[in-house]
């Protein structure tokens, strides 16, 4: 047996969902480029459920069954009241409430094509019910209910801030999910095959997922990239930083990645929009220290920006805190999170693969009072 240590390299499964081939991202054959120039999130959403674009009638049946179904159980909600909430990891709430929604569901354990489909479209739709809520029941508000006359995005950011969004607003944010909304077979996106492939339930493929998104080398970096950003303070003070981390082999959140080489087609859409959104709100200077970062990380050590690094200050100029910054990440991916599971169910089989076993060799027991 050979092992390859992070499964580098490993084919491990099968998909029609997204593909990552030459430094280019497909979602169903579709660049991901003419994606997030052209569609909007709730269509993409359709096409990694159906592996096609819907049509004008599909795509508003779609935002009707999210619209119906954006509201989470009180039970669920009065839960926020209960726990000590402002020292909680939103991530944790997150995953810990996604569970929570399984309770409350009469279809929680009925394995049918339609039950699973339908808990798609339920987690697709209280995900962000369910972070927004959190946000606002921290800062001691009431949670604000979705509006059904508003898009995906556009509700997001009405029940985060209270407030309806400006068109520019919507527009990054929708741009934002559908660049994030699958990944072939990344972390936590092989967590939840691995999980449903027992064939366990779709909450607990969503639940295994959140943990393994929740981590910095994964979604968790975003968060860490705005941390870095807020350490750094100023222009003037970029080039000392980074090179004091790199010379000390402290990795630079937001850089890198497993399977891209020459640089990760998501992070131009991002920069394009990170400039815009902070000119507009006056705080051009992250954008600045963030081109200053990604000259002298990819200069010296070649590594280009993934997804992560640029959506900090998108998610920063979008008044979002930026613990809120990964579970944004979770409520776009939990499109692709449940494509996947679907894709998994409909031709399964247990994925259990082989340790080479490095420890001793064999021993003979010993009684305790002899050890
Ligand atoms: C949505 C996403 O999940 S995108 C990824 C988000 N994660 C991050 O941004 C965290 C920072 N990046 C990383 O940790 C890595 O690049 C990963 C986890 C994304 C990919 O990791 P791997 O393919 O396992 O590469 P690995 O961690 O082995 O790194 C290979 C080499 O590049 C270096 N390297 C990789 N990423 C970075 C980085 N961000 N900063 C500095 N050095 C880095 C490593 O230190 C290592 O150097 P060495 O060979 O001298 O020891
Ligand atoms: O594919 C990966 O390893 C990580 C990633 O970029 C993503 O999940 O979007």
Not at 7 to 17: H, K, N
Not at 115 to 134: D, E, H, S
Not at 238 to 246: F, G
Not at 251 to 268: E, L
Request: glycine share 6%; hydrophobic share 40%; aromatic share 8%.
């Amino acid at each position: 047996m050979t092992t390859t240590k992070g499964l580098e390299g490993i084919v491990a499964a099968e998909t029609s969902i997204s593909s990552i081939i030459d430094d280019t991202l497909t979602y169903v054959g579709y660049d991901i480029d003419d994606l997030a120039n052209n569609a909007g999130f709730e269509e993409v959403v359709y096409l990694l459920w159906h592996k096609r674009l819907p049509n004008a009638t599909e795509l508003a049946e779609l935002k009707q069954q999210l619209a119906d179904n954006m509201a989470v159980p009180q039970e669920v909600l009065n839960h926020f009241k209960t726990f000590p909430i402002n020292d909680v990891h939103p991530m944790t709430a997150l995953r810990t409430t996604v569970s929570m929604l399984a309770l409350y569901d009469d279809a929680a354990e009925d394995m049918s094509d339609e039950a699973n489909y339908l808990k798609a479209i339920k987690l697709q739709a209280k995900m962000p019910t369910l972070v927004t809520a959190f946000s606002r029941v921290r800062q001691g508000l009431e949670p604000v209910a979705p509006k059904a006359d508003l898009g995906y995005a556009a509700n997001f950011l009405y029940m985060l801030h209270g407030e309806l969004p400006q068109d520019i607003e919507v527009e990054a944010f929708d741009k934002a999910l559908v660049l994030h909304a699958d990944h072939e077979l990344n972390a936590s996106t092989f967590t939840a095959r691995v999980c449903v492939a027992t064939l366990s339930d779709i909450y607990s493929g969503v639940v295994a997922a959140i943990g393994a998104l929740k981590g910095p080398l994964h979604g968790g970096a975003n968060e860490q990239v705005m941390k870095m950003l807020t350490e750094i303070g100023t222009l003037d003070n970029v080039d000392a930083y980074i090179k004091d981390k790199l010379d000390n082999k402290v990795k630079i959140m937001g850089f890198g990645h497993r399977v891209y080489r020459k640089g990760d087609p998501r992070a131009k859409h991002l920069r394009e929009m990170s400039q815009k959104l902070t000119t507009l709100n006056g705080e051009s200077k992250l954008y600045d220290m963030s081109i200053r970062i990604e000259e002298i990380v990819t200069g010296q050590k070649n590594l280009p920006p993934n997804v992560d690094f640029y959506s900090a200050s998108v998610y920063h100029s979008l008044k979002i805190d930026h613990d809120l910054f990964t579970p944004i990440f979770a409520v776009s991916r939990v499109s692709g999170w449940s494509a996947h599971i679907l894709e998994q169910y409909a031709n399964n089989r247990l994925i259990r693969p082989r340790a080479e076993y490095v420890g001793p060799g064999m021993q003979k027991y010993i009684p305790i009072e002899e050890r």
